[in-house]
């Protein structure tokens, strides 16, 4: 029995695929195993691949650009499942293994989505519940030394398995954070698994996002080609599952062409881009800088985002200038959850340590941080530009290599996921992608943009020529005359030692 076999049965999958909704699936079915198609399934694969000819040879590597409700979840259930109980995988395993069919998304949540579809195609019919062994939340032992079990989007955690199939689930949505290229590294880690069993199965479907990432690179090279045995298979949500009301799909374009474009029609936005490159940010870290400790006679800067403890993240990062070249010095994340008022008192002390009494923040957290700031005499002052501007003004840093980064791999994966959004209104805006962070990123982009300014003194400080019990304790070094408009050629060429600064009462 192939797996069309298995569809048109009643006995098997047949009571859930009666409707003409799965026409297409059918022709995507025949194509992977190389069954033979009717001349309306051969039109559908000719318009979903751009290709003329069908293998005629089992592919072991597919995948699906499909528009939202599509039917993809289910569809990878009922491959699973007959790869599970109508093939015989046991020759290819060693004594006491067991070869394990492996559902992957961006967490367990997702994960399960595909394996309750497989639980419950395995209950619904008699002969496979039988093939039941035992069964936990996350995994379903059969009698044939088959697993079939969910896991998250890591390269580690996916590693060490004899691996029949691989199903990966909106990866074009996975985020890492400590990789920049979690789909990537998590399929380089599952391939070797499926290395040493003829007929395994590596299945990778998603709705299409950005232009990037292993989606896009598969698509870019192994779409519209005969004779490629990866196949590549491109289809809006209505060519997938005629039932999506036609009206709703409307309704979503006219509000955001874009958006609905890549959810709907399974295109890949073209308004979405990547901010800065992988290279160019790794060019400019530091490698094993973890933390640089505070010297006498710098003047650091440090930059909050804000937190409340339940989401996302608080950061602060301290940064100085060291001729034309920005420094960083400090990166502190406190990941959630957390109580606010801890975390400040935490950050306190780092800022003590850089002798650092004035910071500026995130502009949208509100007023809680400057209250929060305030009780331990550090001066919390809203940010002047918007998250967008101060990204912008960072990349120029980055692109001519004038700033040394730590050795963060959050840090870099936050600035590499970064996106450049030019549709959402008249200016350009620059944000993390859905579902990710960047707490971290944000912290260094303001930290290194004010302390860029350190030079350009404001005209509520004044100069201070002996030690004070109200002087600021940040130290400045000497600076040349242009930039210090408060001191005479005189004091400037006197100028011995580091001096301090206070605000003007």
């Known amino acids: 029995m192939n797996i069309i076999d298995a569809m048109n049965d009643d006995a098997v999958f047949g009571r859930h695929f009666r409707t003409i909704t799965w026409d297409a699936w059918r022709a995507f079915l025949a194509a992977l195993f ?7 399934q051969l039109a559908i694969f000719q318009k979903c691949t751009n290709r003329n000819t069908p293998s005629t040879t089992p592919l072991q590597e597919a995948w699906l650009c499909i528009g939202r409700r599509g039917g993809k979840s289910f569809v990878l259930a009922v491959i699973a499942v007959f790869l599970a109980c109508f093939r015989d995988w046991r020759e290819y395993l060693g004594p006491g293994e067991r070869a394990t069919i492996m559902i992957v998304a961006a967490d367990r949540r997702q994960s399960r989505v595909i394996m309750r579809y497989c639980r419950g195609l395995l209950k619904a019919v008699p002969m496979l519940a039988r093939v039941i062994e035992s069964e936990t939340r996350e995994s379903i032992d ?12 890591s390269f580690r955690s996916t590693r060490g398995y004899s691996i029949v199939a691989a199903l990966l689930d909106e990866l074009a949505f996975w985020h890492g954070e400590e990789s920049t290229d979690p789909d990537t590294e998590v399929i380089n880690a599952i391939k070797p698994s499926m290395a040493t069993i003829p007929g395994a199965m590596l299945l990778c479907a998603s709705s299409p996002y950005a232009r990037r990432g292993a989606l896009w690179d598969a698509h870019r090279k192994h779409f519209a080609k005969d004779g490629d045995p990866v196949l590549v298979w491109q289809a809006d949500t209505r060519t997938m599952n005629g039932s999506v009301p036609q009206s709703l799909i409307d309704r979503h374009l006219a509000d955001d062409p874009a958006r609905a474009g890549a959810e709907w029609l399974a295109l890949f936005r073209t308004d979405v ?12 870290v530091t490698p094993f800088e973890r933390e640089r400790p505070p010297l006498p006679g710098i003047f650091y800067r440090a930059f909050a985002d804000p937190s409340g403890g339940s989401s996302d993240s608080f950061a602060l990062a301290v940064a100085h200038v060291d001729g034309e070249r920005v420094v960083l010095d400090a990166v502190r994340e406190i990941r959630p959850p957390f109580a606010p008022t801890v975390a400040v008192a935490e950050l306190v002390q780092l800022l003590k340590t850089y002798h ?10 509100g007023e809680w ?17 918007p998250k967008s501007a101060l990204y912008i003004e960072f990349l120029p840093l980055l692109n001519s290599g004038r700033i040394d980064l730590l050795d963060s791999p959050r840090l870099v994966a936050q600035l590499v996921g970064l996106e450049r959004h030019t549709a959402r209104s008249s200016r350009e805006g620059i944000d993390h992608a859905v579902g990710a962070h960047d707490d971290v990123a944000n912290a260094v982009a303001g930290a290194a943009a004010i302390a860029i300014d350190k030079y350009s003194y404001r005209s509520d400080y004044q100069w201070v020529s002996g030690p004070d019990t109200d002087v600021v304790t940040d130290l400045v070094p000497p600076l040349p005359k242009r ?5 005479t050629d005189e004091q400037l060429d006197r100028i011995s030692a580091p001096v301090s600064l206070r605000p003007c009462s």
């Not at 190389?34 to 309306?40: C, G, N, S």
């Not at 059969?142 to 989007?153: C, D, G, P, S, Y």
């Not at 009494?357 to 957290?365: L, P």
């Not at 930039?483 to 001191?487: D, E, G, I, K, Y």
């Open 34 to 40: 190389a069954l033979p198609m009717t001349p309306e």
């Open 142 to 153: 059969l009698k044939n030394n088959i697993t079939i079990e969910v896991h998250t989007a």
């Open 273 to 284: 881009e990547g901010f800065v490159s992988r290279e160019v940010v790794e060019a400019c």
């Open 356 to 365: 650092v009494s004035s910071i500026s923040g995130d502009r949208y957290a």
């Open 369 to 385: 941080p400057v209250e929060a700031f305030a009780k331990h005499g550090v001066r919390y002052e809203a940010a002047a530009k």
């Open 483 to 487: 930039r210090h408009p408060n001191l």
